[in-house]
């Protein structure tokens, strides 16, 4: 593969939400004692409990002092109740696996979820066949503890619930959360053996993990290696390359965090034609420096700035959304406007 390149401006897209917020919805700062309500950011306290509930009800009293509060909530607890009965009361949310969608349905006895995809053709006529891959409910009784869909944190090629190698999408590592943790494990699946993991397979520990497949026997991941490997915020400080067979121990770094960083991830990019791995160095929120890395290379970063967002790969071109303006020789490419703008 040749190093990916940055050519034309293409369209306006605003996208701050989806990558800036996700990545760390569930990570916990420590409290910042200057802040008055910073006692507020701590996991759980019965304080934090009380003043929740008087929240609470503040606001459903203001809410019930309108004439139509009783008929609006009843009209939203029967809808409800209708989609947990009905599951195709619901809009499907699915997403790209390989030549199939994929989803998790809830409802109809699938309490914990089922994981289950289809072909194209028969997610868009509404026929199926569904083939089912994991049924939670199934897990969570044969192993004697709760488990529910977790999150892998790579954010690019995918979706939250597992990760798969291209092109057969055969090999897939599939996460789990404890009882609805926001930390997850992850175990490798074949997509044609349902409910069965692979024997030896990978096994990542609980933690906030975020991987993508190399190949068969490789993965490229940032997850607890230990003590001293995770930031404040529970995300990983580096990114490795975990052999098949081997100790999670002896994987070898491929980029580290720099002091005061927040999270080292990885994802990959991919079009129909090539597969790219991104390493994002994150320095708080919302700001991160984009690594490109090839197997058996070094990292080499890409020239953009820290608010410059890498988001897909298209007919062999990098797409980033400009927050900032980009200037490439004597072209300078403007951000536009508070959106931003989606280049390639």
């Known amino acids: 593969m040749s190093r990916i390149y940055i050519a034309t401006i293409i369209a306006i897209v605003g996208i701050s939400a989806i990558l800036g917020s996700i990545m760390f919805s569930q990570a916990q700062a420590p409290p910042d004692p200057s802040d008055r309500y910073g006692w507020l950011e701590t996991m759980s306290s019965p304080e934090i409990n009380a003043w ?20 609006l909530l009843n009209s939203e607890k029967a809808r409800l109740e209708r989609a947990s009965n009905d599951p195709s009361s619901r809009l499907p949310v699915a997403r790209n696996f390989g030549d199939n969608m994929i989803e998790i349905q809830s409802g109809g006895g699938h309490v914990g979820g089922l994981m289950r995809f289809t072909p194209w053709e028969g997610f868009l006529a509404g026929t ?43 090999q897939c590592l599939v996460y789990l959360s404890p009882g609805g ?55 990983p400080l580096s990114v490795r390359q975990w052999r098949r067979g081997t100790p999670l121990s002896e994987a070898a ?29 994150h320095l708080d929120f919302f700001k991160r420096e984009s690594w490109h890395w090839l197997p058996g290379e070094k990292p080499a970063r890409l020239p953009l700035s820290s608010d410059h967002v890498v988001v897909g790969l298209f007919e062999g071109q990098i797409l980033i959304w400009l927050q900032s303006d980009l200037k490439i020789g004597e072209r300078t490419f403007p951000s536009l406007d508070f959106h931003g703008q989606l280049f390639a």
Do not use: C
């Open 52 to 71: 929740i509930a008087a929240a609470n009800n503040k606001t459903e009293d203001y809410l019930k002092s309108f004439a139509e509060y009783d008929r």
């Open 128 to 170: 199926g066949p569904w083939t089912p891959l994991l049924d939670f409910d199934e897990l969570s009784k044969k192993e004697g503890k709760r488990w529910l869909p977790g999150a892998n944190y790579n954010l690019g090629e995918g979706n939250s619930w597992l990760v798969s190698l291209p092109p057969d999408h055969r």
């Open 181 to 235: 943790s926001d930390a997850s494990i992850a175990k490798e699946m074949d997509s044609q053996r349902p409910n069965e993991f692979v024997s030896n397979g990978f096994v990542l520990p609980e933690a906030r993990s975020s991987a993508v497949w190399i190949d068969r026997d490789h993965l490229l991941l940032g997850t607890d290696f230990g003590p001293g490997t995770l930031s404040p915020f529970k995300t």
């Open 253 to 281: 770094v491929v980029l580290s965090a720099e002091p005061g960083q927040l999270a080292v991830l990885v994802r990959a990019i991919a079009d129909r034609r090539e597969r790219h791995f991104l390493i994002e160095r």
